[in-house]
């Protein structure tokens, strides 16, 4: 084939490479393609000239602007931490109640409280404050210390069966495994406390059993439950009359918790966060169940 062959429609020359009878056009590149290409060249030169850019062993070329990611990222921190420094100065130097009625002041800790709580306690309690398996819900406002802000900050500051000096202490016995109540006193009970929050779980039971398990929680569950099982704050007990539970309200999980007991956990936080972070997560803890609604 002739390489110098032109194409009779277009004027271009062939490349010599035929398929099937088709002949490849040895067409040029377009000029607007010239054109991006030179300008991203010399735009690559000009950013290694004015901008950080080539590693050098241990460095890299800072370029002739001398701009630092580190440096403006710390600009960033700063200026983020003084603005924030103008409100969280308030909600350290004001009493609780005099921030629950500073409607701003409010606004500031609903948008802080959320990725506070997420990070910290979210992973035990769920991002929404609604609990997990063996971990309280939040919003159901059914505190087992108190919910008020100043004993939900105490709490978060000392923890529960922490390693913190003052920690909040509480532990349900272990009825069954330590023969204190025989198996058959434990069902009794296990039946009484589910007619509480759930009467029709246990309608098909004999009144008997539910008059043992009432005389048998008077004897030995009333002391920390109270003699109406509503739960006493003083010892972190639950109130077990509700529906809300924090290792399930079954009769298989009532009973278990009869049997083994439980010692829940909650680590103390006054040496991860500082005092205005715990006082933000007392306030935003507290408004849980209204803004899950």
């Not at 420094?85 to 409280?113: C, H, N, Q, Y």
Request: aromatic share 8%; proline share 6%; glycine share 10%.
């Amino acid at each position: 084939m002739d390489i110098g062959k032109r194409d009779p429609i277009t004027g271009q020359t062939i490349t010599g490479h035929e398929w099937n009878g088709i002949e490849e056009l040895n067409t040029p590149i377009p000029r607007v393609v010239l054109f991006f290409l030179a300008v991203t060249i010399l735009f690559s030169v000009i950013y290694w000239i004015l901008m950080p850019a080539w590693p050098i062993g241990t460095t890299y070329t800072r370029g002739l602007l001398g701009l630092d990611q580190k440096d403006i990222v710390q600009m960033q921190v700063e200026r983020a931490q003084a603005e924030r420094g103008a409100w969280t100065d308030e909600v350290v130097a004001r009493s609780f109640d005099a921030i629950a009625a500073d409607p701003e002041l409010m606004t500031k800790i609903g948008e802080t409280g959320p990725t506070l709580f997420a990070d910290n306690c979210g992973v035990c309690h769920g991002v929404e404050g609604t609990g997990n398996p063996g971990f309280p819900d939040l919003s159901a406002k059914s505190w087992l210390w108190g919910g008020d802000p100043e004993t939900l900050a105490e709490t978060i500051r000392v923890g529960i069966n922490a390693t913190h000096p003052e920690t909040r202490q509480s532990q349900m016995l272990a009825f069954g495994r330590d023969g204190i109540l025989a198996r058959s006193e434990i069902k009794d009970v296990a039946a009484y406390v589910q007619s509480l929050s759930d009467p029709q779980a246990v309608s098909g039971e004999p009144p008997e059993r539910i008059q043992s398990g009432s005389d048998l929680f008077a004897d030995n569950c009333a002391a920390c439950h109270g003699e109406d099982a509503r739960g006493m704050t003083e010892v972190g007990a639950p109130d077990l009359s509700d529906s809300i539970w924090i290792y399930g309200g079954d009769r298989q999980a009532i009973l278990t918790t009869l049997m083994q007991g439980r010692q829940g956990q909650m680590p103390a936080w006054e040496n991860r966060l500082s005092p205005t972070e715990i006082k933000i997560l007392a306030i935003y803890v507290g408004t849980l169940g209204r803004t899950s609604q």
